[in-house]
């Protein structure tokens, strides 16, 4: 599939919240969150008011149509606001996702092309994710390396 790959604005908050969702990885044989539980505090702090200085990503929309099906962004939480990939007040977290239906097409890999490219400003970038995920071996490619565990999440570091 042709994806056309643009860098985020503010305009792209309400399909960072879907992609929020997306990101939310439900082993086979479990039931998924409901779409709700992306605004409890500890998620809702990766999109809620994209847009901010340091806020960087990428939509991914299929030529075609032009939908969007893919997003990449980092975001620096820190202080009061850490995320789950936390590893320091310096490093800014990962998230990333695709829309079910245009999952395995490379779709991630040429966002996180396109964000590792981009020369972003901070010296690394972390994320979690959950043991079991098949994302992992996407941000293994990528150079990340599980830098903590804790109770089947895994936090992922990769320098620039």
């Known amino acids: 599939?042709?994806?056309?790959?643009?860098?985020?604005?503010?305009?792209?908050?309400?399909?960072?919240?879907?992609?929020?969702?997306?990101?939310l990885y439900v082993p086979e044989g479990q039931l998924a969150l409901p779409h709700e539980a992306i605004h409890l505090p500890e998620l809702a702090r990766y999109v809620q008011g994209w847009g901010q200085p340091g806020d960087c990503g990428f939509l991914a929309s299929d030529e075609t149509t032009g939908q969007p099906v893919g997003a990449v962004w980092l975001r620096l939480l820190k202080n009061e606001n850490k995320g789950y990939g936390y590893v320091d007040d310096d490093t800014p977290e990962l998230s990333i996702a695709v829309l079910p239906e245009y999952r395995g097409q490379g779709i991630g890999t040429d966002l996180l092309n396109c964000l590792v490219a981009s020369g972003y400003k901070h010296s690394s970038i972390s994320l979690s994710v959950s043991e079991?995920?098949?994302?992992?071996?996407?941000?293994?490619?990528?150079?990340?390396?599980?830098?903590?565990?804790?109770?089947?999440?895994?936090?992922?570091?990769?320098d620039y």
């Open 132 to 158: 079991g995920n098949p994302a992992f071996r996407l941000y293994e490619r990528f150079g990340f390396e599980v830098v903590s565990k804790n109770a089947g999440s895994l936090t992922m570091k990769r």
């Open 1 to 23: 599939m042709n994806c056309i790959i643009r860098p985020l604005a503010s305009k792209d908050e309400l399909f960072l919240w879907e992609m929020l969702y997306q990101a």
